[in-house]
């Protein structure tokens, strides 16, 4: 028998939402075999420590129960076995999100990260899998969807599973219940879309048909002349509930969450802001399939899951899959011109209103993610830069002028094509080049030698320093006129505020606002102003009343002090940019016709 990993993997009981999962290894090593769960989900770059889910875990070597000891807090260590070494274990399931896994009686999902323990020194072994029907089950039957590749069992139906190696197996999440499912075939290439989750007269064949466009758009900007999309086969899995939102990207398929009233329903035409929302989520996901999950940062290839993993290029894998996700909407013809503008200047509204961004580069964001970016608090706005955002603005900015400069002979799409070529397509492949991953000191270098644009000035001021892009200048020869219509005459606290019940409580205070400057803090409970109360609803029309340059008392609560504060109130600079498609002379027009896919 050729050696491999074995699991099994059942849902042994959705009520206390425990997963069973046996792992059974041939050829221990001799001297006692350590295995280990992921501190970290790749996508989602946080220490989430998974091996704190697992509760209860016995070895057996043949028939014989055998010692296990715990090494660290992730790591175990069986006592020496001849083979075959098996173990049992229960992993605790109740996280609703796409980073971990989540069983009850209606469905079960689960990230490889959270159930399958990594065997040492078998990272290279086949891996097989047998997923199993919850025990006892006698309700609606259950169906399986996952991008691995079934080896035994009817399609979508329970079985044998197999993947080439660890990393492989841990990149293919599973979901499990009796989920709504449609396909289509883009390019050839076969899609599933799944939705779990209560969803009346969903329109599955609007949603099929509009991802079809989408992934169609993607897979010939990569692959203009074969128009071969990278994997064999990909799922598009969505757990709906009333209020969520958020993705994860994988080599062959995502999980994604989303809200119930995002979702289309049958004989509804027009594409509202939710549906686009969606829609874009999915174009996101759907383009790491390239930019991320097979043109990696070097930090990533291979991807250590002990610990963090520091790379400078989020900016890149994350910023520039940003701007693709909504520009391959319009390019694909699923929202128009109009649309894709109104999302742009969100982006940017988004992105001028913390101060934040000059304090951080878009590359040191990156390499703080995982201390910062992922671990947001009430001063975020005044400290970090999201390289999600600024880094779409980027991607935009750079877009712009590469086809400014050259005339509309090269673009962004050049860029990301020579990077797919060099370090994506074989990434998988069992060549030489294989696994390699883009080396942060050539970046500037590759970007030239595309394009033939002088990129490091740009690139030290916009990425390593924390200069604005500037997205009126860029936009101009595109025929796209930028305003920011901030209403100074407004008179503003310089906070945001969130309900909490029925009160008003602080979130943000932004440095240097009018709030900053009074002392109020984020956590305080606004009372009153100048003695009229107010509430969780009726800031504004209280505000309403004054203007610029008057001073009000503020009583606040902090935890349960009362205090009073005096404020002068500012003018309100809270960003906010419009952009506009104007009627220009031909060279304008045939330049955004080509960048925004209108020819
Ligand atoms: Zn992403």
Redesign the pocket.
Known sequence: MRNTVHYTITPRDPAAHLFGVTLTIERPTAEGQQFSLPAWIP?SYMIREFARNIVRIVARCGDDDIALSKLDKHTWLAAPCRGPLTLYYEVYAWDLSVRSAHLDQSHGFFNGTSVFFRVEGSDHLPHVVDINPPEGSDQVPWRVATAMRQVRGRRYGFGRYAAENYDELIDHPVEMGAFALASFQAHGTRHDVVFTGRVPNLDLQRIASDLKKICEAQISLFEPQSRRAPMTRYVFMTMVVGDGYGGL?HRASTALICSRADLPVVGQKETGEGYRTFLGLCS??YF?TWN?KRIKPAAFAPYDLASEAYTSLLWLF?GF??YYDDLMLVRAGVIDVGAYLKLLAKTANGVLRGSGRHKQSVAESSFDAWTKYYRQDENSPNAIVSYYTKGALIALALDLTIRAETKGRKSLDDVMRALWQRYGRDFYAEVESAGRGVDEAGVDALFEKVTGVKFKRLLDRWVRGTDDVPLARVLAPFGIAYADNRKRSKPALGMRTVRDHADCKVANVYEGGAAHRAGVSAGDVLVAIDGLRVTATNLDVVLGRYRVGDAIVLHVFRRDELRQLTLELAPDDTPSVTLSAEPKPVAAARLRAAWLGQE
Do not use: D, Q
């Open positions: 996508g990207e996101h996901e790491h991320v994350e899959t940003s």
